[in-house]
């Protein structure tokens, strides 16, 4: 994250490319504005009962995100936060009760025009785990 990005063209997203054009006038030039969900991203299997980070990148660390539970079929399942700080991290107590399936999280800035993102893939939600 300390990595210089001046050598990058306009916007930069705040961060350095990777790759061979990384803090070059060649880098790809990223969105100004932009919500990027690292986790869950697609795969996961995080069992009813048990607590998780997700986590996301975005442009600043200004403002407040939502963030919700969707599912490809009913849209939103759940919010888990209507309004949380825009820190890139919250920490989700999955409740035991909750219905096992596939998931995507949806998190929206509410501060940068409502741009959003959602996991790029299902993660799973099993049973609890029993011990």
Same mark, same amino acid.
């Given at each position: ?11 930069? #997203? /705040?961060?350095? !490319?990777?790759?061979?054009? #990384? ?13 990027? %969900?690292? *986790?869950? &991203? /697609? /795969?996961? *299997? @995080? ?8 986590? @996301?990148?975005?442009? +600043?660390?200004?403002? +407040? $995100?939502?963030?919700?539970? %969707?599912?490809? +079929? ?17 920490? @989700?107590?999955?409740?035991? /009760?909750?219905? $096992?399936? =596939?998931? *995507?999280? *949806? ?5 940068? =025009?409502? %741009?959003? &993102? &959602?996991? !790029? ?5 099993? $049973?609890? %785990?029993?011990?």
């Amino acid at each position: 994250m300390g990595d210089s990005f001046v050598g990058e063209g306009t916007p930069n #997203g /705040g961060f350095i !490319n990777l790759g061979a054009y #990384g803090n070059t006038g060649q880098a790809s030039i990223s969105p100004a504005q932009y919500v990027l %969900v690292t *986790r869950p &991203d /697609g /795969g996961e *299997r @995080w069992p009813a009962g048990q607590s998780f980070a997700i986590r @996301w990148r975005s442009h +600043n660390q200004v403002g +407040n $995100a939502k963030l919700e539970v %969707v599912d490809g +079929n009913s849209g939103v399942v759940t919010t888990l936060a209507a309004s949380t700080p825009n820190d890139g991290e919250f920490i @989700w107590a999955i409740p035991g /009760g909750s219905t $096992a399936g =596939g998931y *995507r999280i *949806r998190i929206t800035r509410l501060d940068a =025009g409502l %741009v959003n &993102d &959602d996991s !790029n893939a299902p993660f799973t939600i099993p $049973a609890p %785990v029993k011990t």
